[in-house]
């Protein structure tokens, strides 16, 4: 079993920037890929930013330039640090753990970007 416990987020003027954790516990194996999602109010829950199986960033389009994925391995801890924030950001952001074909989910955070 796997726990991801999220922190980091809150309200921030557009312009901003907010700092996002995850720190993972349980069973963990070497090869788990870690990445962030976020979900808006009415809209489907889309990927952020993630490292890939070859462990390279990967970004969505909307926040590349702006959001930087990183991660602690000692910690089993993954960051997202997020500038230039607009109120398009503003969402629920969750961080996920995928593993041997299954995906575990933290309980999120709400990021909200007033403009």
């Known amino acids: 079993q796997v726990q991801l416990v999220e922190s980091g987020g809150g309200l921030v003027q557009a312009g901003g920037s907010l700092r996002l954790s995850c720190a993972a516990s349980g069973t963990i194996f070497r090869d788990a890929v870690m990445g962030w999602y976020r979900q808006a109010p009415g809209k489907q829950r889309d990927l952020v930013a993630t490292?890939?199986?070859?462990?390279?960033?990967k970004y969505a389009d909307s926040v590349k330039g702006r959001f930087t994925i990183s991660r602690d391995n000692a910690k089993n801890t993954v960051y997202l640090q997020m500038n230039s924030l607009k109120p398009e950001d503003t969402a629920v952001y969750y961080c996920?753990?995928?593993?041997?074909?299954?995906?575990?989910w933290g309980q999120g955070t709400q990021v909200t970007v007033s403009s």
């Open positions: 490292f890939t199986s070859s462990s390279s960033p």
């Open positions: 996920a753990l995928h593993q041997r074909g299954y995906t575990y």
